[in-house]
């Protein structure tokens, strides 16, 4: 009865130790990553918002008190050459499009497609194929090795600490830091708000009609100036922005005017809706079980099995009997769990389930651009 009582808690012990250790360094690895076939589209609003708008063969003008939304759509480049199964970057295509309600016109849009490491969600590079475009006809694109968007740009790292980032600002063309400002609950989830300024900042010179900035003149000399505030609040465990807030303000310039003086082409807050942050944070209360089996499990199974394997050592020790059944004890609970811990990781890859052949590139690169 003890040979068997021993055998049955080394035998367990061991198991839980092995399959922990499998979970940490094989399923870890394997399916803590940003999965290749995202499909998302978020929605941002603001109410009271001046802008400049572009009527339909009129010229650009400055309307007050506007209803605007931005619409972000993002999916994963299945065909790029960097996408491979369980491989270690995936592509992602980006098209925002922001529109101001009352007549449906488009006062800004972009399209990008960046690299982004699957553990660190931050930019890599090379990157065949990246680019930028705000401006029909004016694509920017990376060369070489260049790293074109660097930073982090749609989500943070899995286990996000307590600590500043550098988070990529479009409009800039440049990452800054984004600062850890402190915890709160958002639906029932723990997240952590990142938040950042940056100063108003000299981005352009331009020449623009003297009526859009209330001068007499034909055209006017200008340089347009931008500031924002920007709060995020991010899940660590999973990494993913469920909230952002963005107080943006963009204005014209000319030589004598200072700061707060010139023409304001954009002031305004935007926020993501309701529907949109709910619909992230569900997404990641669906994820969340996952991570705990990779991530807090592992420690649970390291606990039980070592206090297993002690108490059926000490067993062992004491009675001087079943050192053999013992010992294959051992062995058998560790190629067990190895076994089926293994199999079930592989089976579970969220990169099993992809057919990667004859995929083709859908993102309309003409979306809204002007």
């Given amino acids: 009865m003890r040979t068997a009582v021993v055998v049955a808690l080394l035998g367990l012990g061991a198991f839980a130790v092995a ?35 572009y009527p339909p ?14 619409t972000t759509h993002v999916e994963g480049d299945l065909a790029a050459p960097e996408i491979k199964k369980n491989g270690d970057v995936t592509v992602w295509k980006r098209a925002t499009i922001v529109k101001e309600e009352s007549a449906k016109l488009v006062l800004s849009a972009e399209v990008r497609r960046i690299c982004l490491d699957r553990r660190t969600a931050e930019a890599v590079a090379p990157c065949h194929g990246e ?16 790293l074109l968007q660097p930073g982090l740009n749609f989500l943070f790292p899995f286990d996000t600490e307590q600590r500043d980032y550098r988070w990529y600002d479009t409009v800039l063309k440049k990452p800054v830091d984004i600062h850890f400002d402190g915890e709160q609950l958002l639906q029932g989830l723990d ?9 108003p900042t000299a981005l352009e010179r331009l020449e623009v009609p003297g009526s859009l900035i209330g001068r007499p003149e034909s055209s006017v000399d200008v340089t347009r100036y931008y500031r924002v505030t920007r709060t995020l609040l991010v899940e660590p465990t999973t990494g993913a922005v469920l909230s952002v807030r963005e ?16 023409t304001a082409v954009f002031n305004g807050e935007l926020r993501l809706t309701n529907a949109s942050v709910t619909a992230n944070a569900d997404e990641v209360k669906k994820n969340l079980p996952k991570l705990f089996m990779i991530t807090t499990l592992p420690v649970a ?42 199999g079930v990781t592989n089976a579970s890859s969220p990169d099993s389930s992809l057919d990667l052949k004859n995929v083709v590139s859908s993102t309309n690169v003409d979306y809204g651009l002007r």
């Fill in 131 to 146: 680019f930028y475009e705000t401006e029909r006809g004016k694509r920017i694109t990376a060369e070489g090795r260049q």
């Fill in 19 to 53: 399959a922990g250790l499998v979970l940490q360094l094989h399923t870890y690895p394997l399916l803590a990553k940003l999965q290749h076939n995202i499909n998302t589209t978020s929605v941002s609003e603001g109410e009271g918002v001046t802008a400049v708008v």
């Fill in 191 to 199: 997240v952590y708000r990142f938040v950042h300024t940056v100063p």
């Fill in 57 to 70: 063969g009129g010229v650009p003008e400055i309307r007050h008190g506007l209803r605007v939304t931005a």
């Fill in 247 to 262: 107080d943006i303000r963009q204005e014209l310039r000319t030589a004598t005017q200072g700061e707060g003086e010139g």
């Fill in 301 to 342: 199974l390291w606990v039980l099995g070592a206090v297993l394997v002690a108490i059926g050592l000490v067993l062992l020790f004491l009675h001087r009997r079943g050192l053999v059944a013992g010992a294959l004890a051992l062995v058998a609970g560790v190629c067990l769990a190895g076994t089926i811990t293994y």
